[in-house]
């Protein structure tokens, strides 16, 4: 994949349109969480100090192409410009008259953010018109939502065929980890994927068996396969009718030479329930009524010795109900001997999806990692092997 890069554009006095992901959590107009903000901040102000006119286009909530006060990018602007130090404006309106005045108000190196894209039909459907509208605003377009990027949407798709357009540095930092995770990564590849269930990670693993050396289940989903082997899961959760599903897969891992990494040991219990007894047993010792809601120890110094002869190591989903101690210390024990393989500089660890952020955090290595992405459905897309409009919108 080849991007154009914003250290060659000319940005002095030109009106970048640039696509972020503000769609924070916030209760009564309050943000609680400004990760998204964070992360969008090293763009702006590179664009800002380069004296480009930095104008934010952005997304908020579902309102469905209406105009949704309760869903207004406004609240926003505020805590923005606290973080950046700057002003910044703010536009009723993302097409306009109204989004006219306010970009042409711009000096060069000022910002200005846009009311939400989706109060306009337009956006979702990646209509031509609004997609002109929008471009009308701009010299050069900039993506640095990668977490929108699996949608095809006007802001994430379109612009970028009508402007010269770039990606932003989140964007490109996060493109290049997916690539030294799974694109050109050096080998041995090791992928860790547990959670609940296969039926929502069937793409994810036909592609991982194709592309890995190793791959680790973990998490409700093994017992889907210890099932399918023969073994009685007892009462876990377990999706009984895909067991010729989960054959399959362990047949094209066969085929592609990718070793297949299931549990040999389990813990369980009879509820899950924080301090409730649990047993630490084999597959065949499961008994009626079991639960099983982690990983075993066996099975744990198996996973860490294969971390140890890989140096790449791709991970999505928690290895038990790592919400509910002591299901947490399969999950715990794996995320911290990657972050110390990562702290020695001997493997390359990416990981994202669901609720790999929140088990990574609960471990306390989130910041270890080598990188952690946020970006949820887009992050999943791709480990699918899925193409992201957005991303290949960028290509050149
Ligand atoms: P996912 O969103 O598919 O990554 O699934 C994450 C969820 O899987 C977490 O809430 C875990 O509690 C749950 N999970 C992991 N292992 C098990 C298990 N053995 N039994 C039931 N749920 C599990």
Not at 31 to 39: A, G, H, K, N
Not at 84 to 101: H, K, N, Q, S, T
Not at 231 to 245: F, K, R
Request: hydrophobic share 45%; with cysteine.
């Amino acid at each position: 994949m080849t991007f154009r890069s914003l250290d060659t554009a000319d940005l002095a006095g030109k009106r970048a349109l640039v696509r972020v992901d503000f769609n924070v959590p916030m209760e009564g107009g309050v943000i609680t969480d400004d990760t998204r903000l964070r992360s969008a901040l090293p763009t702006i102000r590179y664009l800002s100090s380069r004296g480009a006119k930095v104008i934010l286009l952005a997304h908020f909530d579902r309102p469905k192409g209406q105009r949704v006060p309760a869903m207004s990018l406004g609240p926003v602007a505020g805590p923005l410009s606290a973080l950046l130090g700057e002003p910044v404006l703010f536009g009723e309106d993302c097409i306009g008259a109204d989004a006219y005045r306010t970009v042409a108000s711009l000096e060069n190196g000022q910002m200005a953010l846009l009311e939400n894209l989706r109060f306009h039909p337009g956006e979702e459907t990646n209509d031509p018109a609004f997609v002109s509208e929008l471009a009308a605003f701009g010299d050069l377009y900039v993506n640095d939502a990668f977490s929108a990027a699996h949608r095809a949407h006007a802001s994430t798709e379109g612009l970028a065929r009508l402007l010269p357009s770039y990606p932003g540095l989140a964007m490109r930092r996060e493109l290049d980890m997916l690539d030294a995770a799974l694109g050109n990564p050096q080998k041995p590849v090791l992928g860790i994927v547990g959670g609940a269930k296969v039926s929502t990670k069937l793409d994810l693993l036909n592609n991982l068996v194709r592309k890995l050396d190793r791959l680790a289940i973990g998490g409700g989903m093994a017992n889907t396969f210890l099932a399918a082997q023969g073994h009685d899961v007892g009462g876990s959760l377990c999706e009984h009718d895909l067991g010729d599903t989960a054959r399959a897969i362990m047949a094209s891992a066969k085929t592609a030479g990718c070793e297949l990494l299931l549990p040999v040991d389990v813990v369980v219990a009879r509820e899950v329930k924080p301090g409730t007894a649990t047993r630490t047993c084999g597959l065949d010792d499961v008994k009626a009524g079991d639960l099983i809601l982690d990983a075993g120890p066996e099975t744990v110094k198996r996973l860490i010795a294969a971390m140890d002869a890989s140096k790449t190591l791709i991970w999505n989903g928690p290895l038990g109900v790592f919400e509910v101690p002591p299901f947490d210390a399969a999950t715990v024990a794996a995320a911290k001997h990657a972050a110390g393989r990562v702290k020695t500089g001997q493997l390359v660890a990416v990981a994202g999806g669901g609720d790999t952020v929140s088990a990574l955090n609960h471990a306390g290595v989130v910041d270890d990692m080598t990188f952690v992405s946020t970006a949820g459905g887009a992050f999943l897309e791709w480990m699918e092997g899925k193409t992201l409009p957005g991303v290949a919108a960028l290509e050149v």
